[in-house]
Structures are given as C-alpha cells and as structure tokens.
C-alpha cells in the first residue's frame, strides 16, 4: 500500500467534507465558534479566529455540489479498483 496522490487526494476529500458537515448550532457554537463570535468593528483587520469561521462558512456554501459529484466519483472508483 503506497501512499500517492491520489491518496493524498482522498485524504483532502475526506478533510473537506468533514468540515462541510459541521453544524453552528450543535457544534461550533458550544465550542465558542459560533456566527455571533466573529462581529468585529469597521476597518479591524479579522482575527484568526474570524478568517477560519469564514473559511468553514465558505466550504460549506460553495463546496456542496463540487462535494457531491467528488464523493460519488471516489466511491466509483474505489468500487471498480479497490
């Protein structure tokens, strides 16, 4: 078992879609990372905390449909090669 590219393809898959599934309420905001904890002022640069809760937002907005037709066509291909 080598590890190539597209296992390190799979791995980013499977790291994307785990992000795409979290859920505000449930998750993020017991852990403090909620849509109400990133209001900042006018003109402050973001903080870290601020940029990842935007880039989970993002994942999960633009990257459903790319998301669904990359899982099936994993899973095809882990059904016809192994």
Known sequence: MAFGL???L???L????AI???NEE????KVGWGGDQSVGGFGEEPGMKAQIIN???SIRL???VPLIFLNA???VVKLILG
């Open 20 to 22: 795409a599934i979290l």
């Open 62 to 64: 633009v990257m459903r």
């Open 14 to 17: 499977l790291c994307i879609n």
């Open 55 to 57: 880039l989970i937002r």
């Open 10 to 12: 799979e791995a980013a």
């Open 6 to 8: 597209y296992t390190l």
């Open 73 to 75: 066509v994993t899973i």
């Open 26 to 29: 449930r998750f993020l905001s």
